[in-house]
């Protein structure tokens, strides 16, 4: 995950938004032969946030125009991406939606969305047929159109997310729920995590694997032999991760993760990035003393500045500090959840070697 810059964090607009306001520009230049420049568009909360054109294209029976997408001082893989809308006329009414050059479809059961539909979400739908409404009552005509959304080079940027375990293909997601993206509110990770286990209870699957990182979900793969379609990439959301399954539940679950970040968990953090939380190296260094630690080994963990530091002193005094580490994370994890899932928790080495495990 990416520092934050320093100061006042800058606001942006997801690509849904993006577009929306694409569409709205193209729907009146298919009307007038004229594109509004800049076009506005009323968010679903109220905003009227205006868009400049970076491209405008008009042809037989339809226009397009793109907006290069500004996410303001989020770290956004679709940053700087130009998103196109295409409008035509719809002879069977109302709003068609199309999935152009770098927008996925959907393969797999569990979204919002029936499989062989163009992954634009079901928001971003609502943004889009909103702004048509708007320009067809103030061109006085039908709002029916189909638009076609495109992602030039969107299916290289959909390398860099979720969407292929998610089972969209061929390109990426038009996103977004409120037309605004928050600097690292991260919310398109979360919204991965949460249609990927969607897509898992779609396709039966009883027992999830929620991981920190690639080497413990390699890991934990390899321990429970599980598909790909069980992995669910938390990262440092583990908030995030049980609390939706609290309301869509599955049999079992793991958690697995590096010393550090399940040392969090293990003290009641749910959000383990290093912004949003520390590792309690005061609290390891105690649960040596409790686990039959000396005096001078305790003092050297209070000194050591990291959990990894605490981690090396309790292997080389063989004191199963990784072990306790794995049974307060999983009784935060059956917390949170509050009951009716098994829980398992393992930890693993940067190696991708199994440290520790509790549970089932």
């Avoid at 934050?4 to 306001?21: M, S, V």
């Avoid at 103030?138 to 076609?148: I, R, W």
């Avoid at 977004?176 to 995590?193: K, R």
Wanted: hydrophobic residues 45%.
């Amino acid at each position: 995950m990416s520092r934050r810059p320093d100061g006042p964090l800058r606001h942006g607009w997801t690509t849904g938004a993006c577009a929306a306001a694409a569409a709205r520009a193209a729907f009146e230049a298919l009307h007038t032969g004229r594109f509004p420049d800049p076009v506005s568009i009323t968010l679903p909360r109220g905003e009227r946030p205006s868009f400049a054109l970076a491209t405008q294209r008009i042809g037989d029976g339809w226009a397009e125009a793109g907006i290069v997408k500004d996410a303001g001082d989020d770290p956004d893989v679709t940053h700087g991406a130009l998103i196109v809308s295409r409008v035509a006329a719809n002879p069977e009414g109302g709003i068609a939606y199309r999935a152009g050059d770098g927008v996925g479809t959907v393969t797999r059961p569990g979204l919002a969305l029936a499989i062989g539909e163009p992954a634009i979400n079901l928001k971003p739908r609502e943004m889009i047929a909103g702004a048509i409404a708007d320009a067809a009552a103030v061109l006085g005509c039908t709002g029916d159109a189909v638009v076609t959304v495109s992602v030039p080079g969107g299916a290289e940027l959909a390398k860099r997310t979720l969407n292929a375990r998610l089972g969209i293909v061929g390109g990426l997601s038009i996103l977004g729920t409120t037309g605004i993206v928050i600097p690292y509110s991260c919310s398109s990770w979360i919204h991965s995590i949460h249609r990927g286990i969607d897509v898992a209870r779609a396709a039966g699957l009883v027992h999830l694997a929620g991981s920190t990182g690639r080497v413990s979900e390699e890991a934990v793969q390899r321990l429970h032999h599980l598909p790909e379609e069980a992995l669910i990439d938390m990262g440092d959301f583990a908030g995030g991760m049980l609390k939706y399954l609290r309301a869509h539940p599955v049999p079992r679950l793991t958690i697995a993760g590096g010393f550090g970040k399940l040392a969090k968990l293990a003290t009641g953090h749910l959000d383990l990035h290093s912004g949003a939380s520390e590792v309690d190296v005061a609290g390891l260094a105690t649960a040596l003393a409790g686990l039959g630690a000396d005096a001078n080994l305790v003092e050297q963990a209070r000194a050591a500045g990291s959990g990894g530091g605490v981690l090396a002193l309790a292997e080389a005094a063989g004191l199963p500090l990784a072990a306790l580490v794995a049974r307060r994370a999983r009784e935060v994890a059956l917390a949170t959840l509050a009951g009716g899932i098994a829980i398992d928790v393992a930890v693993f080495d940067r190696s991708g070697k199994l440290l520790a495990h509790a549970g089932p």
